[in-house]
């Protein structure tokens, strides 16, 4: 019975994983786009997303390392061509356009990424109120 519990607690964290997939992938692309707005991603900002990958409940059911290589794979991808890259962020983010409770925490998730460093700059609020444009949502309101 012990072999059958495991088992079916592999599969329930495997489904988990697939159903959370594209809340990652939009939330770590997010994520990039605000963190690269001023020109660089501060270690404030890499903490701050590892801790959010590792408290929020959409985030957490993956591997913390293969999250932040998706979050780095988007951010060299805007360093090396901003246009292209941000192609791809809005891509990632447009999928989740049809779960505004999902968009929501995504862009909760980016404004406390752009607010890590202590400085909420322009840049960030316009990487802020685009992906809200592309979420068909209100952009949120600072903190700082």
Do not use: W
Not at 73 to 84: G, W
Request: glycine letters at 4%; one cysteine or more.
């Amino acid at each position: 019975m012990a072999v059958f519990a495991h088992l079916r607690e592999l599969l329930h964290t495997q489904a988990e994983r697939m159903r959370h997939k594209p809340f990652l992938k939009a939330t770590m692309a997010g994520a990039a786009l605000v963190a690269t707005a001023d020109g660089e991603v501060s270690f404030a900002e890499r903490m701050r997303m590892d801790r959010l990958l590792e408290e929020l409940e959409g985030l957490r059911v993956h591997d913390v390392h293969a999250a932040v290589d998706l979050f780095n794979d988007f951010v060299a991808v805007l360093e090396a061509d901003r246009a292209e890259g941000r192609t791809q962020v809005f891509e990632a983010v447009r999928r989740l356009a049809e779960d505004p409770e999902a968009g929501r925490l995504l862009l909760r998730v980016c404004l406390l990424i752009s607010e890590a460093d202590g400085d909420y700059l322009a840049s960030e609020r316009r990487a802020l109120e685009d992906l809200a444009d592309c979420l068909g949502l209100a952009p949120p309101q600072a903190t700082v």
